[in-house]
């Protein structure tokens, strides 16, 4: 009886580090599943960040584009004035 007492000891040792593991396991799932997720946050903040910056460019190109033919008609009508 004390064998099989000792055998019974182990049996639910095991089972118990078992429920552990498992334990340990789903909460690395969860913190996978967490970290994936801010990972896509990121890349989507990310892709937000670099279609803004290409949109500025754009705007900053346009800009420059109408001050030049501003700068080009103030010309015009002072050497008109001259």
Not at 31 to 45: F, G, L, M, P, T
Request: hydrophobic fraction near 40%; charged fraction near 20%.
């Amino acid at each position: 009886a004390t064998a099989l007492d000792g055998i019974g000891q182990r049996v639910n040792e095991i089972t118990d580090m078992n429920a552990q593991i498992a334990t340990a396991v789903e909460q690395q799932g969860a913190v996978s599943e967490d970290i994936n997720r801010s990972i896509i946050n990121i890349r989507d903040a990310a892709d937000t960040n670099v279609q803004t910056g290409q949109n500025n460019l754009q705007s900053a190109k346009s800009v420059a584009q109408l001050t030049s033919a501003l700068s080009e008609l103030a010309k015009q009508f002072w050497e008109k004035r001259g």
